[in-house]
């Protein structure tokens, strides 16, 4: 329907127009039936227009300024320190050169009647993920003098949720003998046909259920 | 420039966080904002981290020097429902001072609590910060139950333009500008150019479909895409000039309509092609759109309609 207005592709640009300006200082355009936004908070707006009054009391004013201060300030300060405070940060994700074509990770694999199957899914590692799991299994390895005792610790706990949470219908996974932490290696491939499969792996934790330590003579 | 610098970096100052607005813009966002964050979490549960071994923990500052520990399974059951129920209660406007200041209390320590087992992510901060902010604004002025309320006592009770409405959502801006600018600094800081020159953005690409992320990347165009000669290059220049060139959008009208749009869908295409989630991230753009001229231009595009005169209710103003 031709309603007299610009065409189609016009009108979605003016709603682009609309939709990121100013609404307050938008106004018809003579003869062209069209907002179009002329102020704002572009510098050239407004660095020679009279400030409207705020409506604010004078506490008010100094207590908004205040968590201005707070919030610019501590982005500020992490971006400048390079330094992790969360809610504020950084944001250093993904921020290093990498051409590394070889990928190692940590990993988590239950232990089936019949062999192994990798925890990955969300559903199997709740309330990690993968990633989560991964970075937390890497720090307690390389950060803590007892390593070993709080891996093993790390898999059990992930071994047991696991298990829990299948017996009350959680997820539908294979049930679990045990789970075994690797050390896992890719060659990283260009189209990822080895995702499934590292090209290498170490075990370095393994925990079994009681029944299953006695019969293979591990610790429990 | 027709004033000294100070007096006109005042100016621009007071204009960008204290120009007094209707209090519709920012009561429409806040209706978006919990009203979707209520929706991407509402299936969340963060009560299996109650349960989780000690053995994982490795606290965040906030949890480290105040000594906050992890709630068990039961309490934080309790918590999120609480939370919950606050965000549907901050997204209707009813009772909304509190409801938004139990929000922020309750989602920041739901929020913070997975950091602290092992890794920090960071797509929700920016959703703490404006829960934070909103907790401490007149959002709820609008489009909200309390607004109705308050009518029907006083119908010629109406909230005037005020600064009340456009800082805290200006505020927003500046955080998410931060996360862009933070993101795109640091690529600049630890790689400098290289990391647009060197084969990063291939092997990022790549690496996605190893199980790297929290999520796997929703197609495997990632891996042609990578395959071109120039193609991760180009993706990473565009990454990286939208990241450091984002707080123009906070100055410049033209700037805003490239860049915010740009660095959404540059969410959705890491998300896409990488992995990476960004929980509620993107449910912070509600405070971009000026709701009301979208409203108002929508109306006008439906036959039959008369064309409403955007503005036409603003407050008088010397230069308009």
Partial sequence: MDRGGPPRASRIGLALDDAFCDNDFQHMRPGSGRTQMDRGTGWKNNVDRPVAPPHLTRRRLWFVHAVIAFVVGGHVYDVVRDKENWPFSPYPMFSQVDESR??????????????????????????????????????????????????????????????????????????????????????????????????????????????????????? | M??????????????????????????????????????????????????????????????????????????????QICWKVSMLLSAVGLLSRVSMVVAFVSGTYLFALPHNFGQTFHF?????????????????????????????????????????????????????????????????????????????????????HYGVSDADPFVSWGLILSQWPWGPRVLAAIALGTEVLFPLALVSVKARRVLVPASFCMLLGIRALMGPTFGGFLVAYVFWPQWTAVGQRLRAWIPGKPVPTIGAQRIAHPHT
């Fill in chain 1, 102 to 220: 070889i990928h190692k990770t940590l990993r988590i694999f239950g232990i089936t009647s019949d062999g192994e199957t990798p925890l990955l899914s969300y559903e199997s590692l709740h309330p990690f993920d993968q990633c989560r799991l991964a970075t937390a299994l890497t720090r307690i390895r390389d950060e803590r003098e007892s390593a070993s005792a709080d891996l093993r610790e790390a898999v059990r706990d992930v071994w047991a949720r696991y298990e829990a949470r299948r017996q009350s219908g959680a997820h539908d996974g294979l049930p679990l003998l045990g789970a075994r932490l690797y050390a896992v290696q890719w060659h990283l491939d260009a189209y990822a046909r080895n995702a499934r499969q590292p090209d290498e792996r170490v075990m370095l934790i393994e925990v079994r259920s009681p029944a299953a330590h006695s019969a293979r003579g591990l610790e429990p």
């Fill in chain 2, 124 to 208: 929700d901060a920016l959703l703490v910060i404006a829960m934070g902010v909103l907790a401490l604004s007149h959002a709820g002025a609008a489009w909200s139950i309390d607004a109705l309320i308050a009518a029907r006592r006083d119908p010629s009770r109406e909230p005037p333009h005020s600064a009340e409405f456009t800082w805290p959502a200006r505020l927003i801006w500046v955080a998410m500008a931060f996360v862009f600018f933070g993101a795109g600094f640091s690529k600049l800081r630890h790689a400098g150019i290289d990391w647009v020159l060197s084969d990063t953005m291939q092997t990022f690409l790549i690496r996605a």
């Fill in chain 2, 2 to 79: 027709t004033a000294l610098p100070v007096a006109a970096l005042t100016r621009w100052w007071m204009h960008f966080w204290f120009e007094p607005s209707a209090a519709s813009n920012l009561g429409i966002a806040r209706l978006l904002f919990f009203g979707l964050l209520l929706l991407v979490y509402l299936r969340e549960d963060f009560s299996a981290w109650g349960g989780v071994s000690p053995t994982f923990w490795m606290p965040l500052w906030m949890f480290k020097y105040t000594g906050i520990t992890p709630l068990g399974a039961d309490s934080l059951a309790v918590l």
